[in-house]
């Protein structure tokens, strides 16, 4: 079975499993009145959103590509991780507020509810993460939505905790605190994967990808001149490209060229991981030289 598809099917798990836990959550953080149990329906709510928006880019980037789309859906993983780290982001910032008015104003909390339905959240949530974990390693959107499960997890756990110390302490205010601590985290985890998404998104040179290497590297084989405008991107999160000018030191033939071009797309993914090259091969063109020319 292709790694997508199998994917796919791990989603559609999860995202059941998200919203029995969503639907249980927010009847019993109604009933109990406790705003960490509610918070964490709502952030189980936002992981079923996510986890739908995954299963979609899921499938669309299976689609093959076409005259009108010729790099086919590839980015729409892409797109999935950077909603799902927005949301994760907004939804803590929301339960920042919600938990400061709480904290001022604290609520009796009927404990027991609280402490059931969070260890069923662990449960269930811990039961995802495990479903998602050999994805997650290896793409982007899976990852986004690894981390929604992830984080719910622990905040569920966060939530028993409060639920056991409000039962037999009456520490109400404990249950605000705890509602801010997961929001906190959730910034945390959702502001790096936002960051690595929008990068990608905007086309930016990978952090891990050194412009003046590649060029020293290129420049070492014979008949490379000068390596400039260059370009190079994540197209998605298996695919890295190179596209750039060579100028080249002799006025080769077409047949020498594609010798040259073997040799550099050799050096490019072996000590770089670029596996898509493209390079406009010149001699002695009168143009810029510079390694970043903005087109």
Request: charged content about 20%; hydrophobic content about 50%.
């Amino acid at each position: 079975m292709e790694k997508s598809k199998a994917s796919g099917k791990r989603l559609l798990l999860t995202i059941a499993l998200n919203i029995i836990i969503t639907l249980g959550q927010a009847i019993g953080g109604v009933m109990s009145g406790s705003l960490a149990l509610l918070s964490d329906a709502l952030h189980n709510f936002s992981d079923v959103l996510s986890l739908v928006f995954s299963f979609i880019a899921n499938k669309l980037s299976r689609k093959e590509a076409s005259f009108n789309y010729t790099f086919g859906y590839k980015r729409a993983e892409l797109i999935a991780a950077f909603v799902n780290a927005a949301t994760l982001i907004l939804v803590a910032i929301y339960l920042i507020i919600e938990a400061f008015k709480r904290f001022l104003h604290p609520q009796i909390i009927d404990s027991n509810i609280v402490i059931i339905l969070s260890f069923v959240g662990i449960i269930a949530n811990g039961l995802s993460v495990l479903i998602l974990k050999t994805d997650a390693d290896r793409n982007l959107n899976m990852k986004s939505a690894y981390l929604h499960l992830f984080t719910d997890m622990m905040a569920s756990v966060a939530v028993l905790i409060g639920g056991v110390l409000i039962k037999y302490y009456q520490v109400y205010k404990v249950d605000s605190i705890l509602t801010f601590s997961i929001a906190v985290y959730l910034i945390l985890v959702g502001y790096d994967l936002l960051k690595k998404s929008t990068q990608m998104l905007m086309l930016f040179t990978p952090e891990h990808i050194n412009i003046q290497d590649i060029v020293h590297e290129v420049h070492q084989i014979k008949g490379a001149n000068v390596l400039h405008h260059i370009h190079v991107w994540n197209l998605n999160e298996d695919e890295l490209h190179l596209e750039a000018h060579l100028d080249c030191s002799e006025n080769l033939t077409l047949n020498e060229f594609n010798d040259l071009l073997h040799q550099i797309e050799k050096v490019l993914l072996d000590k770089f991981g670029i596996n898509h090259v493209n390079i406009q091969p010149e001699f002695k063109k009168p143009d810029s030289k510079d390694y970043i020319v903005q087109d």
